[in-house]
């Protein structure tokens, strides 16, 4: 079978107009000012030259047996403000380990990472993180979840109370403030997660299968979610996914890394993540390209699968 050609598909605007909560904002490019709805943020920089690098990155896990896990080789790439990376590989490729060495939580054996002009070297609320579950502080209300990142910068109760307030509405759980957070649904979770994270202004957020654990038709109504809040926000967003049609949907640029060791495969830039801004995803999906890629990218991850599979009956 001819596999299609590798897609390089454009639709990637530069500078456009959205819509904020009544008013018109800039995402991207050289407007200091983002505004997250009616919350805006200003920032007296440039964005023009605000961006994550992930240079050369290695990682390798000696393990107490004397042998060792080469778990990323030398992984570089470069992310403008506001863009939306989605991440695909077989299970074991690094991806997990990709986002904590992002987030400051693992230090590389190599390299390094640089968000908008300094060196990573440690968790930080300019990098907010959104796990599959589980990160929510189950015994406060939906509210205290929110502002807890507020609250622990010391922000006035008044302003944190504004915050909580316009960022439920976003994420649509307004009426939902005071429950605590066991009373919720996984979607709703995860909802509060999203909401929580951007509570606190993060340049970039990282998410490690946020929508995995959730059934077919909430993760759909949450992946619109992800599109809006990435829309409105102008935030730089790395989200890893184990679904291809996710990935494809959600990332402007798809990345396909391969195992042992870690390692970027191959890249896509993509029309669909931009399609899909309030838009249906189902109709996205009937763009001509859409299948082919997704074909492209499913045989590319099996083979790679298959590999695995048949170095480890060899080593049996
Ligand atoms: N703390 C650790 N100590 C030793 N090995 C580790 C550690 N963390 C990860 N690894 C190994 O590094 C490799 C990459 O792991 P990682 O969790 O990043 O993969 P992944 O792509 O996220 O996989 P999955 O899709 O299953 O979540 C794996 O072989 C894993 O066993
Ligand atoms: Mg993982």
């Not at 015994?139 to 609250?151: A, E, I, L, Q, Y």
């Not at 979610?225 to 102008?234: F, N, P, Q």
């Not at 899909?276 to 859409?290: C, I, M, N, Q, S």
């Amino acid at each position: 079978m001819t596999k299609p050609a590798p897609l390089d598909v454009g639709f990637v605007f530069n500078d456009f107009p959205m819509r904020t909560g009544g008013k018109t904002a800039v995402r991207r490019g050289g407007d200091a000012q983002r505004q997250i709805g009616t919350m805006s943020v200003t920032s007296e920089k440039d964005t023009s030259d605000r961006g994550l690098s992930i240079e050369n990155l290695s990682m390798r896990f000696d393990l107490p047996n004397g042998s060792h896990v080469q778990a990323l080789k030398d992984v570089s790439l470069d992310l403008k403000q506001g863009e939306l990376l989605s991440v695909l590989g077989p299970s074991g490729c690094g991806k997990t380990t990709l986002l904590n060495i992002v987030a400051g939580f693992l230090a590389p054996t190599e390299g390094r990472i640089v968000l908008n002009g300094h060196q990573v070297f440690g968790p930080d609320a300019e990098r907010g993180m959104v796990f599959q579950q589980g990160a929510l502080f189950e015994w406060m209300s939906v509210r205290d979840n929110v502002r807890f990142g507020p609250d622990m910068k010391g922000m006035p109760k008044s302003e944190s109370a504004e915050i909580v307030d316009h960022l439920l509405d976003v994420v649509g759980l307004q009426d939902f403030k005071e429950k605590m957070v066991y009373e919720l649904s996984g979607g709703m979770q995860q909802r509060v997660a999203l909401a929580r994270c951007l509570a606190n202004d993060p340049d970039v957020i990282l998410m490690d299968e946020p929508l995995g654990a959730l059934d077919a038709l909430t993760r759909e109504k949450m992946q619109s979610l992800v599109l809006k809040l990435w829309k409105e926000t102008g935030k730089t967003i790395i989200l890893i996914t184990h679904s291809v049609e996710e990935a494809l949907l959600l990332g402007e640029r798809l990345l396909v890394m391969a195992p042992r060791p870690g390692r970027i495969h191959k890249e896509y830039r993509l029309p669909f993540a931009d399609m899909g801004v309030g838009a249906d995803l189902r109709e996205v999906k009937k763009h001509p390209d859409y299948a082919p890629t997704r074909e492209e990218i499913l045989n590319m991850i099996w083979n790679m699968e298959e590999e695995i599979m048949g170095r480890t009956e060899e080593n049996a």
